[in-house]
């Protein structure tokens, strides 16, 4: 022991002591208080630690970090005081802060996911840290197949973003083939790409934004297409499946399960409204026809009006990445000088003037980019939130105020302050207070991320996913996604 404490000495001074901030969304059982240190907070477990007392508390508080989670639990042995720390919630609150992923995010999924589908609409009994921290720790993770109309992203749901990425409409298939052999194609080659056996994990995917009308032509549709994907992956031999909605995903990014998600794709943009993480299609799902291919043509038409020589459109596409941004103000902006230029790799050097922020504003008027009959993006969300509100669906009417981006093109810069100024003009005050607008969480990555949520929770893959024992017998169910 002697010998420890002076490993632990010569470390301390080496080390800056972790402090633990407070966070809304944590429950009057298990908050932290923003006034006390991370050592105070797991000190206030126990009034004593017996012979430990006599060791100062910055030193302590090393002795914890250097032992980690697994020796802390087997230090009960040395006095009674060591099974009053390990069994408090703050102890492992400060572990759990210490990880890689957002202790935030964490903390979201554990209370409003962990018990799987339909979300409970009241707050959950919470089980011991410690015990959450374990079977985190034991969860087997998944394979996370995100795929877009434009692109795809797959990985691993332990690593922290996306390993890689893919333009899905080259790995679909023969367009012509029917939707299972197109899937079964599309699914192979994700897993040929990671190079891991279809066998060897559980699978999350995504469904694709589309097909949301409540009609019963849509409601086939969307059944069919979700049969047809379990057949794909349970054919090849995956050992259990979760299939959710892009949109639902990406809202669960955001740490939120109800509010408006709002989607610009790689064709269109989609405003999708859900409520306890299941979407909406009685309220309506808006649909405009303005996305982030739509965005990048109409710059490549004002480069090529100004003689601006590229080779390809993925030139285009970079300079609308990280020079584009979206007006506050489109008339004064347009007296403004906004030239600005950027070097893209191989090809040099260019330099943007109003195309910059005249791109961005095709989302706002579509017209100007050739779209008559096109409803603006504000337009498009205005109508949705009208549509909640008059729905009646729920007594709080604020389910709906939070407005939370998606899409690689909501990643412009003044999109978020423009929306919410154009909602403030559109809407009558009684709706449009308290509404706020949220940046895409992970950037073009929100659903992956919402998805690696699901994956690394403490109850996956049992509270999310189904296995081919239960998907046979109930072959023709509705899905709840």
Known sequence: MAYFLKRILESANLLNSSSSSSSSSLNSNFSISSHASASDQILMCSSSTGEFDRIPIDIFMQI?????PKESAKLVIICKSWKVIVSCNNLWIYYLQNKRDPWDAMFFAETSLRSGFPLRTYPSQMQSFMQIYGQRAQVPGAIIIDGGSGYCKFGWSKYGSPSGRASTFMEFGNIESPVYSRLRHFFATMYSRMQVKSSSQPTVVSIPISQYGDRKAAKIARRQLKEAIYSALFDMNVPSVCAINQATLALFAAKKTSGILVNIGFHQTSVVPILNGKIMHKVGVVSMGVGALKLTGYLREQMQQRNLNFSSLYTVRTLKENLCYVAI?????????????????????????????????????????????????????????????????????????????AGGTACLPGLVERL????????PPSISTGIRVLPPPNGPDSAWHGAKLLSNLSTFPNSWCITKKDFRPKSRRNFIW
């Not at 050097?349 to 961005?360: M, S």
């Not at 919410?420 to 809407?427: D, F, G, I, R, S």
Request: proline fraction near 3%.
């Open 329 to 405: 103000d489109y008339e004064e902006e347009l007296r403004k000088d906004t030239e600005a230029s950027y070097e893209v790799p191989v090809e040099g050097w260019f330099t943007l003037k109003q195309e910059r922020f005249k791109t961005g504003e095709v989302l706002f008027q579509p017209r100007i980019a050739g779209l008559r009959s096109a409803m603006g993006l504000h337009q498009g969300v205005a109508v949705c939130i009208e549509q909640c509100h008059a729905a009646g669906l729920t007594p709080d009417e604020t389910w709906f105020n939070n407005i939370v981006f």
């Open 420 to 427: 919410e100024k154009e909602l403030h003009v559109l809407l």
């Open 64 to 68: 914890l970090k250097l032992l980690g």
